[in-house]
């Protein structure tokens, strides 16, 4: 059962916008250590931005300033919001969180399915 689901991967110019989203499946309690990772053709996987959950974002240094992530608790869902992206940002971008199921005291560590974000120039 996929218990982390992406949406919101595309095609874009430079310059567009995109909003990633990543949802717990119904079976999740609490969503901890959210963050986000991609991985480009030939490239090892790396860490785009991560949200604390006391709400501290770091980001890496290549989009700051034009990523954002945030995070919807009560739906149990995380955004990273994509701005004036470049052909560099292209990627299949993965999330990553510790899940917490019923009944609780102990989190898991689960991956994304993955969704590809193309930025032409």
């Known amino acids: 059962q996929v218990q982390l689901v992406e949406s919101g991967g595309g095609k874009v110019q430079a310059g567009g916008s995109l909003r990633l989203s990543c949802a717990g499946s119904?079976?999740?309690?609490?969503?901890?250590?959210k963050g986000w990772y991609r991985q480009a053709p030939g490239k090892e996987r790396e860490f785009v931005a991560r949200?604390?959950?006391?709400?501290?974002?770091n980001y890496r240094d290549s989009v700051k300033g034009r990523f954002t992530i945030s995070t919807d608790n009560a739906r149990k869902t995380f955004y990273l919001q994509m701005n004036n992206l470049q052909p560099e940002d292209t990627a299949i971008y993965y999330c990553?969180?510790?899940?917490?199921?019923?009944?609780?005291?102990?989190?898991?560590?689960?991956w994304g399915q993955g969704t590809q974000v193309t930025v032409s120039s």
């Open positions: 990553n969180a510790d899940l917490e199921f019923p009944p609780g005291r102990k989190f898991y560590n689960f």
């Open positions: 119904r079976s999740v309690f609490t969503i901890n250590g």
């Open positions: 949200i604390t959950d006391n709400d501290v974002a």
